[in-house]
């Protein structure tokens, strides 16, 4: 598939222009302009990018790319030795941010749902990012569904505020989406489940009688792009494997 192809059916599919953004979504380093191999995991780091150039894949798809708001944009140290990989290999980085997070079927949140058998009911937030919805199980409390996580995620999640609080309306947001707590709050949640955790989420927690639970910001987003390299694996001509690299945070 040419590269212009894929750019064009992965915005097409991920519906990137209603989505406004930190970062530049889509093609961020242009590559050669046949596209056969793809390598996809979660963050363009260097070991991922020396994962793509030593297995001779032609492009590299990722949630988290490059050139974000605010960063400096002077290409030195860390980002030169990156993108020296990728254009040394000719190699293309194709990201998604938001608009992976968002979509309704392949997205974070909608793959972190199928996994872990949640029925969502609806959204909220800014740009309706965030999910909210029913435990498949009645009855579940907090540290239940801390413990589904666990075994799900492997990886064991930070609980802040009561764990014996029965769960009937489960709120949730991939990644670093602590800020939604209050939102998720006010949209009707037993519990909120994001990424990562600010020193003030444990205070709303216990002050609200809304626990929290911290999974993992890689954690919570590995499945988004997974469920897009098993969806371009359907097409003609192309290849894309998924590749985990470990984060603790």
């Known amino acids: 598939m040419r590269l212009e192809e894929l750019c064009q059916h992965l915005n097409n599919l991920l519906e990137v222009t209603r989505w406004h953004d930190y970062c530049p979504n889509g093609l961020q380093v242009e590559g050669r302009i046949e596209v056969q191999r793809i390598l996809c995991g979660v963050t363009a780091s260097q070991a991922l990018v020396d994962a793509a150039a030593a297995g001779g894949y032609d492009a590299?798809?990722?949630?988290?790319?490059?050139?974000?708001?605010?960063?400096?944009?002077?290409?030195?140290?860390?980002?030169?030795?990156?993108?020296g990989v990728l254009l040394g290999h000719d190699i293309s980085l194709l990201a998604y941010h938001l608009p992976l997070d968002g979509h309704p079927v392949l997205g974070n949140n909608a793959q972190l749902a199928r996994h872990m058998a949640w029925e969502s009911e609806g959204r909220f937030g800014d740009q309706d990012i965030g999910w909210i919805g029913m435990p498949q199980e009645t009855g579940l409390k907090a540290r239940d569904i801390a413990a589904n996580l666990a075994?799900?995620?492997?990886r064991v999640p930070l609980l802040a505020?009561?764990?014996?609080?029965?769960?009937?309306?489960?709120a949730w947001c991939s990644g670093g989406a602590q800020g939604l707590f209050e939102q998720a709050i006010a949209a009707g949640a037993d519990l909120y489940i994001s990424g990562e955790i600010s020193e003030q989420t444990t205070h709303l927690a216990q002050e609200s009688g809304v626990p929290y639970l911290c999974a993992g910001h890689h954690a919570t987003e590995r499945y988004g792009v997974q469920a897009l390299a098993h969806h371009l694996n359907d097409k003609p001509g192309l290849t894309a494997d998924f590749l985990d690299l470990p984060n603790p945070v």
Do not use: M, P, Q
């Not at 075994?151 to 492997?154: Q, T, V």
């Not at 505020?161 to 489960?170: I, L, N, Y």
């Open 60 to 83: 590299l798809l990722v949630h988290h790319g490059y050139f974000w708001r605010g960063e400096d944009g002077r290409i030195t140290g860390i980002r030169r030795r990156r993108l």
């Open 151 to 154: 075994a799900r995620l492997g």
């Open 161 to 170: 505020g009561d764990g014996e609080r029965v769960v009937s309306r489960v």
